[in-house]
T-cell receptor, first 114, second 115 residues
Framework: AQSVSQHNHHVILSEAASLELGCNYS??????LFWYVQYPGQHLQLLLK??????LVKGIKGFEAEFIKSKFSFNLRKPSVQWSDTAEYFC????????????FGAGTRLFVKA | NAGVTQTPKFQVLKTGQSMTLQCAQD?????MSWYRQDPGMGLRLIHY???????DQGEVPNGYNVSRSTTEDFPLRLLSAAPSQTSVYFC??????????????FGPGTRLTVT
């Protein structure tokens, strides 16, 4: 069965620290990859996505993610976090062909100390 | 556009009661999904639909029914509520862009408690 694993459930960082959140997936075919974010009290919104081309994708608010096909990974990075990045982050995957059905990881709660 | 709307925002049910969670979208999206969000488990797909009249099961369909009679609406029915269905429920819609990436647009959620 398809699955998505996020390595850290809780991360606490100080402002200006660098961030990397891990995501691995198990899918046999060609995939689309996503990171969604849920800020406190808000609903989920797309942070960035990869569907083809350059494996390094850039999203909103200075976030980026790198697709490494050989490792089945799509890690999220940000060089310098801000207090406003406190949120829960979800990695998600669907298959490119007939692939609307999307599977999410368990999420990573990030808390950034001011 | 209102995007994806969900009603109610909060609901408390007693074990065995039934209810319908409403979801509507005004973006003419073909695809719609229902997820439940539980602490430490992320979002789990309950049911999804790829168009009016077409629905399919997700990861955790037991105890839930759906139907899709129009493009806009995708209600989720709990036939006999159980405490294990206490959760936050999210509806999402999507479309097939040229890249077939199916980015999803989420509603604000319904927080359901079953006592």
């Amino acid at each position: 069965a398809q699955s998505v694993s996020q390595h850290n459930h809780h991360v606490i960082l100080s402002e200006a620290a660098s961030l990397e959140l891990g995501c691995n997936y198990s899918y046999g075919g060609t995939v689309n990859l996503f990171w969604y974010v849920q800020y406190p009290g808000q609903h989920l919104q797309l942070l960035l996505k990869y569907f083809s081309g350059d494996p390094l994708v850039k999203g909103i608010k200075g976030f980026e993610a790198e697709f490494i096909k050989s490792k089945f990974s799509f890690n999220l990075r940000k060089p310098s976090v801000q207090w406003s990045d406190t949120a829960e982050y979800f990695c998600a995957v669907n298959e490119r062909t007939g692939g609307f059905k999307t599977i999410f990881g368990a999420g990573t709660r990030l808390f950034v100390k001011a | 556009n209102a995007g994806v709307t969900q009603t109610p925002k909060f609901q408390v049910l007693k074990t065995g009661q039934s209810m319908t969670l409403q979801c509507a979208q005004d973006m003419n999206h073909e695809y719609m999904s229902w997820y439940r969000q539980d602490p430490g488990m992320g979002l789990r797909l309950i049911h999804y639909s790829v168009g009016a009249g077409i629905t399919d099961q997700g990861e955790v369909p037991n105890g839930y029914n759906v139907s899709r009679s129009t493009t806009e609406d995708f209600p989720l029915r709990l036939l006999s509520a159980a405490p294990s269905q206490t959760s936050v429920y999210f509806c999402a819609s999507s479309y097939d862009d040229r890249a077939a990436s199916y980015e999803q647009y989420f509603g604000p959620g319904t927080r359901l408690t079953v006592t």
